[in-house]
């Protein structure tokens, strides 16, 4: 992959429009933060609007930077959102997301749109940067602006494997469907994402989403990063011949993130072979059902539970560890695989989605959502045979730690290509020398 040569590049002055911009919230938030951060060290002129929300906490980020402050500018909820918001409360959590969320973030979106309008004349800006939210049908508010616009990347419009479509309610299945057929309509109505200047998009799945019209310049870059400064690679050691193999996963206790399958799986591991250990951290609403279910199994000496924790708490658990299991059944993304990959871990996960774009042969094994019961001695099957063979074990954990290197996958490549996209959307001018940060 060829790195970036920053002087041949403009000088710019980019405005950010992001709901949320945190390294404490993660998910989307943290991706808007790194891309602040990385933006700023490269020299380039960012201002940044998001929500009130996160004020204090990028006050004592930027604690040492008070300048760097006065450019992020913030917009407070309305009553009437905090009303919306109640109301949404009282519905099924899909629901609440699809529904109302939307309502109160595009609230938010037209007051970022009325701001952005006047910082963009106040402070010469050249282009405007919209990383969040990922969803390729989502709303955009950032359309005739007088200046450019990008958008992405984005990721999402996926659904969950034909075998696993009942996890959905029917309420919820009509409810996506009708959001989906009105998303076009609004987009018509809201044409930030048929009028941006170019659209950066994770996957085919998510180019397919984008709302019927869409005309600007098309990218395809990951929407997830790694910070290859702080997932550090773990020491390979000489496998013992009875070491207690440790499988490892990492995120939400949601339906959709398949952990229940993974304990039925891990139940025929424990069978085949005992010296075997499931570490699970995360929390969610089928925490206590996933605890009660291995209690069943006869198998809670093999599980730990560890809940949510901090990232460097998730590092060195990481590190114990000698493999990664995400079975999720609708992941757009895949953060965690990633981490998990730069640390040198081989994965098992879900051929469907954004893992399927992120694991390879080489690093990990894909398992086929065919069916539930299938999908279950797929992942008891990838399990076994990593357990088995430490040699295999150790050849997909250098090709974990190389394939997160290329393709855009860490932090610091990703930012470079944005400013690539950047630079080739806004209209030639002089150009600029801009300080390389490595």
Known sequence: ?????????????????VENISRKMGGESGKSFYYLQLL????????????????????????????????????????YQAMIWWIGKKFPYRIQDLIF????????????RKLAKKLIQEHQIDLIFEPAPITPKGLSFMYDMGVPVVIGPLSG????????????SKISRLSIKVSRYFSNILNQLVPGKLKADALIVANPQTQAALPQGSQGKLYEVIECGVDLDFWLPKKLHQSQPD???????????????????????FHSVVSFNPNVVLELVGDGRLQKQIKNRVKELGIQSHVQFHGW????????????????????????????IMEAMAIGLPTITT??????????????????????????????????????????????????KQRVREDYFDWQSKCDRMIEIFAETLPQTEKVPVLNSR
């Not at 207690?244 to 799986?265: M, N, P, Q, S, T």
């Not at 901090?310 to 965690?336: I, Y």
Request: negative net charge; charged residues 25%; aromatic residues 10%.
């Open 40 to 79: 700023r060290e490269r020299n380039i002129e960012v201002r940044a609007i998001c929500h009130g929300r996160v004020r204090e906490e990028l006050r004592q980020e930027f604690a040492q930077d008070p300048e760097q402050f006065q450019k992020i500018h913030f917009i407070d909820d309305t009553w």
């Open 309 to 336: 924790q901090p990232r460097a708490k998730v590092v060195q658990l990481l590190h114990k560890c000698d493999v990664f299991v995400m079975p999720s059944l609708r992941e757009a993304g895949g953060n965690a």
């Open 101 to 112: 969320n939307q309502i109160i973030h595009w609230v938010t979106q037209y007051q970022g």
């Open 157 to 168: 419009g996926l659904d969950f494997p034909p075998a696993f479509q009942y996890m959905d």
């Open 243 to 265: 070491q207690i193999i440790r499988f490892i996963y990492v995120g939400r206790f949601v339906d959709w993130k398949g952990v229940e399958f993974l304990i039925e799986a």
């Open 351 to 400: 051929n469907w989605g954004g893992p399927a774009s992120i694991v390879d042969s080489r690093c990990g094994i894909l398992v086929d959502p065919t069916s539930p019961e299938e999908f279950t001695e797929g992942l008891s099957k990838a399990m076994i045979r990593l357990t088995e063979s430490s040699q295999l074990r150790d050849q997909m954990a250098e090709a974990a």
């Open 1 to 17: 992959m060829t790195k970036t040569n920053h002087q041949d590049l403009p000088f710019m002055r980019i405005l950010m429009v």
